[in-house]
Structure formats: structure tokens, C-alpha cells
T-cell receptor, first 113, second 113 residues
């Protein structure tokens, strides 16, 4: 089991471009969570998805950010028209059931120049 | 709203010392509590998961306790080693936050040879 796979590990985008971050959960895990860690800050919840459904997006900015977890393929976190304040590490976690705990990926470090 | 606090924010100890990291949470209606380790520029590694019905969990030199009624958990590290140097994060999931994790700000541990 390869664990939670995130790619790319590092992503550089110019202001105004789009960023697409991918997350493949562990085999057998149908619950996916995205978290953001701003420089020198803690991890903040963004969105919780199950296959084809957004369960909780209360932590996600209302504009420019979207997430999906299609029936086939990885979960995608999409940031449109990136700004410098979007520079952060974005982590994905998956679980089989939340009571079993969560496994995190290595993260994608987004730098907006 | 669940809030998680970790004390101390930073800790520096000589190799071989036993140490305790503290975590407190404001809402005792939790499903579970999980301790993670984060190395600089890396992802999160799960250390221990304690269900709300449990009092403690042990893995090697690590022991985590949970006092749900008082909203506290401690992570005990025995015979610390330089390789233990990292940021230790406490996170809870619970009824008020759905299944998403609420993180503390972390304790940055440095073990000096």
C-alpha cells in the first residue's frame, strides 16, 4: 500500500494562473480531507469529500477554490487565479472510517510568484 | 467550536531525557485524538490514535494518555533521542466538527546530542 499520494510535491505558479493539486487516497479509503498550512501557522481544515460528494466545505474560501473527488481517479483541489496569499503547504488525508484515524500525504508546496 | 491548545510551544532538552507534551481541547465530545509528528518541510506521520473510550496508547518509547472529561492529553517520550527532533501535533475529531480534525499549533521539540 503506497499510502496517500500527493502530486506535485512542489508547484510554482505566477499570480493569476490556476493551480491543480492531486491526491490519491490509500487503497480502500473513501474519505478524503484537504488541509492548508500557511507559513508558521497550524493546519486548517478546508474540505471533506467522499466519492463524488462534498460533505463539508466550511473551511474553503468561497471564491477561487474548488474540490472534487470523482468516481474514478484522484481528488483534485483547484485554485483559480492564484494570489501570493495562496502560497502554502496543502495536505491531503484519507481514512477508511474516521474512527480509524487519518493518514496524511507528504503535501504539495505551492509558491505563487 | 472546538479549540486545541498545545503547551509548550517549543522545548529543548538534552538527549536521554524523558519529556511530556501537553494538549488540551475545549469540547470533550470527541470521537478520537491523534498525535502526529511533522519534520521540517515534510508531511505528517501518525504516532498514536486514542479512541474516546480509551485512556492511553503505547508505541515503543511513546505513550499517549487521554482524559476526555477534563479535555486533556499528554504525549510522553521516554529516553529522547536527537532523531525525535520535530514538531508534534495533537488533533481531535468530534461531534461539533463532524469527522474533520482540529489541530493544535504544535510543540517544536529539539533534542540535543
Amino acid at each position: 500500500n503506497a499510502g496517500v499520494m500527493q502530486n506535485p510535491r512542489h508547484l510554482v505558479r505566477r499570480r493569476g494562473q490556476e493551480a491543480r493539486l492531486r491526491c490519491s487516497p490509500m487503497k480502500g479509503h473513501s474519505h478524503v480531507y484537504w488541509y492548508r498550512q500557511l507559513p508558521e501557522e497550524g493546519l486548517k481544515f478546508m474540505v471533506y469529500l467522499q466519492k463524488e460528494n462534498i460533505i463539508d466545505e466550511s473551511g474553503m474560501p468561497k471564491e477561487r477554490f474548488s474540490a472534487e473527488f470523482p468516481k474514478e481517479g484522484p481528488s483534485i483541489l483547484r485554485i483559480q487565479q492564484v494570489v501570493r496569499g495562496d502560497s502554502a503547504a496543502y495536505f491531503c488525508a484519507s481514512s477508511e472510517l474516521p474512527i480509524y484515524g487519518y493518514t496524511f500525504g507528504s503535501g504539495t508546496r505551492l509558491t505563487v510568484v | 467550536k472546538q479549540e486545541v491548545t498545545q503547551i509548550p510551544a517549543a522545548l529543548s532538552v538534552p538527549e536521554g531525557e524523558n519529556l511530556v507534551l501537553n494538549c488540551s481541547f475545549t469540547d470533550s465530545a470527541i470521537y478520537n485524538l491523534q498525535w502526529f509528528r511533522q519534520d521540517p518541510g515534510k508531511g505528517l506521520t501518525s504516532l498514536l490514535l486514542i479512541q474516546s473510550s480509551q485512556r492511553e496508547q503505547t508505541s515503543g518509547r511513546l505513550n499517549a494518555s487521554l482524559d476526555k472529561s477534563s479535555g486533556r492529553s499528554t504525549l510522553y517520550i521516554a529516553a529522547s533521542q536527537p532523531g525525535d527532533s520535530a514538531t508534534y501535533l495533537c488533533a481531535v475529531s468530534g461531534e461539533t466538527s463532524g469527522s474533520r480534525l482540529t489541530f493544535g499549533e504544535g510543540t517544536q521539540l529539539t533534542v540535543n546530542p
